[in-house]
């Protein structure tokens, strides 16, 4: 039975890679990509190139539609996924309103939590919801440097499948649709590890912001892991977008703006590369998820005890980044 799901799941993540590989290379070679979306370097940029914003073409209909197939109980899921992909895709091409995006961001969370609504208060769902709507948008600024969103999808969404399989009580749906997402995005960074060749787009990193929330939540509802996993196994993205918007707003700054002053940007501009900055986010990303699936069979206070431990190593990161930020600067001033 065991040996029976894991080969179900791998062959859902195999499937979903062969497939977003193939769209995205046809994408490329037709020269279709070009023509759909195209990134313009500007102030926040990392590349100097122009380069197709076209993972989402790739990524989206694939894990779209096999997991309505194949994992229906979270259909949706899947509908709320494609809608956001959607949207994001027209935002893509010719721009909408803030409050039109946000709009859709937050029906399509309010849309989850008010139809499969978890048994606690309805104050707490509310923050629940909050905090999905913000994994949404932070996904999106995110995907900014060679291979690093989507290697956080495959590392987070591969945690996931794992989670589900292992856990105390198995969710053979939420393994198979972590599954699809993750190979979906090992497709994608075939084309997206330095150098890129395409980049993942709103059209992408919108709906994958919402599917690391919603599969999150799904897992948490059902108890196939503890509330705290899912942040655990998207850390360091979290952590990086959520410090540097709070810099931003603590300074006055207009948070909606372009700009280069994420720990991944930094790290970059100081001379680490994209290629290595991606690796040892890489290993931020393995290392946490790791400790998360070893710590969810642990006793509550040992769990949240780890999560603690694990946000003061990251906080320890971000100051060591940021004490070298401060003298490459420094430098740069005096030459």
């Given at each position: ?63 779209a539609v ?213 690796r040892i986010w890489y ?53």
């Amino acid at each position: 039975m065991i040996s029976g799901s894991i080969l179900h799941v791998t062959g859902s993540a195999v499937l979903a890679f062969c497939l977003c590989a193939l769209v995205l290379w046809a994408l490329l070679k037709t020269g279709i990509a070009w023509r759909l979306a195209t990134d313009i370097p500007n102030e926040r940029s990392l590349h100097t190139r122009p380069t197709p914003r076209v993972g989402g073409w790739g990524i989206v209909p694939v894990i779209a539609v096999f997991m309505a197939v194949m994992a229906p109980s979270l259909w949706l899921t899947a509908a709320a996924f494609a809608m956001l992909a959607a949207l994001s895709q027209i935002d893509d091409r010719r721009g909408l309103p803030v409050g039109v995006r946000f709009g859709a961001h937050i029906a399509a969370v309010a849309a989850l939590v008010a139809f499969y609504p978890a048994p606690v208060p309805s104050w707490a769902l509310v923050v629940i919801g909050l905090l999905m709507v913000w994994l949404v948008n932070l996904y999106n600024f995110m995907d900014g440097s060679d291979g690093l969103a989507g290697g956080m999808a495959l590392f987070g969404f591969g945690g996931y499948a794992i989670a589900a399989l292992t856990s105390a009580r198995p969710e053979l749906q939420l393994a198979v649709a972590s599954a699809l997402a993750a190979g979906a995005a090992g497709g994608f960074l075939l084309f997206n590890f330095h150098p890129a060749r395409i980049f993942l787009g709103d059209a992408g990193s919108i709906p994958l912001g919402f599917l690391a929330g919603a599969l999150g939540y799904w897992g948490w509802r059902d108890g196939v892991w503890p509330v705290w996993f899912p942040a655990l196994i998207f850390s360091p993205f979290i952590v990086d977008a959520s410090v540097t918007l709070a810099r931003r707003l603590l300074r006055g700054e207009k948070v909606w703006q372009a700009h280069r002053e994420h720990y991944y940007q930094r790290m970059v501009q100081m001379g680490c590369g994209h290629a290595l900055t991606a690796r040892i986010w890489y290993s931020f990303m393995a290392a946490g998820i790791i400790l998360a699936i070893a710590a969810r069979n642990l006793a509550p206070v040992q769990q949240w005890l780890t999560v603690v431990v694990w946000a003061a190593v990251l906080g320890a990161a971000g100051m060591y980044i940021d004490r070298r930020w401060r003298r490459y600067r420094s430098r740069l001033v005096q030459t």
